[in-house]
């Protein structure tokens, strides 16, 4: 039987480096062939990482020796990328943001399942060791009722990270700005640990870099089915950046996240020794200040998971319908921000 998944990665720019450090230590996965429309970056590229080099998009879904293709294009592309790598038996892992709207992020899924290929989304930050200690804590009401929810990325980009990719700046091809990018992952973590809100307040401004279309600052209030109150502030503009936070509140226990590590773990009923869950704790984002410094960790998992799904026919941990929540809160945020009005969200 089969016992590794070899795959190809489509775009090979930044994140594309933490997908090829990520496949060299998967343990049912590997590397074996790359694509960039663009031949010399693709050339680089599997000079530093391996794998043999298509300038042609067809023909490196031709070769049966790839499984499976990792998906690393601007946002807006996903969808265009996808669909023809389901149509050619491709299993999929696609990056955040699934794409930039709904409806295409849909299309993926029902591609997917046409064809009959597994289809996961990049939201590394889920298989956190602190995530899921915290999962486990709000599934168990250890923190009673959760009261507020915050979270801040207070970030740092230059102009040159606009700059250098034009479509960053980008509705059509970025779907956004701070939060469609670098904050999705957070209100990502938001929404599987606290459920899907009722409503949101948002603001968003384009505040210190130039030339481009979407917000680089955000601030935004929200409301819970339950009552609970949150607040989110994202920016690429506060130098130098600092750790992405998360604080969940509850009436008899409260907890900080920051970069991935439990900072604070307070529990109303039990004494100050037991807020050890700080133990062992691992980082699994970096990239505050600097785009490239974002930890293959979490992709290496990403890729087991999706490795191991299709090996064994296991549930994945991170389905394409993951991708979905998030992007649909957006779609509000964003909203809300344009109309100037809070967005209430139905059904
Ligand atoms: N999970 C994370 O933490 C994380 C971090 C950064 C970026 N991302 C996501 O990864 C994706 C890529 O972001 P990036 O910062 O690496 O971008 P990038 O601009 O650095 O790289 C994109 C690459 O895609 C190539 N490309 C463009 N159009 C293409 C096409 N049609 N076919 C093939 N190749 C094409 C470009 O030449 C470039 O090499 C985005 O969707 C982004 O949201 C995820």
Redesign the pocket.
Known sequence: MKKIIRYGI???????EAHANALRSAVNSKLVAV????PE?AGKFAQRHGGKVYNN?KEFLSDNEIDAVSI????G??ME?AIPAAEAGKHILC???LDVSLVKAQAIIDACRKNNVQLSV?F?LRFGESVQKIKKALDLKLFGRIVLVSMQLKWFRTQEYYDT?S?RGTWELGGGGVLM?QAI?DLDLMLYLNGFPSEVTAYASTMTHTGIEVEDNAAAVIRWPDGALGVIEASTSCAPGFPRRLEISGEKGSVIMEDGKITRWKLAAISENNTAETAKNESLSGGSSN?SA?SAGGHQQQFEDLSEAILTGKKLFLSGEDGLPSLRFLHGIYESAKRGIPVKFTG
């Open positions: 489509v775009g090979t720019g930044i994140i594309a694509y960039d429309k663009d970056r998009y690393a294009v601007p946002s592309l996903h990328t990056e955040k943001p990049v590394q990719a479509w990018t992952h785009p974002i």
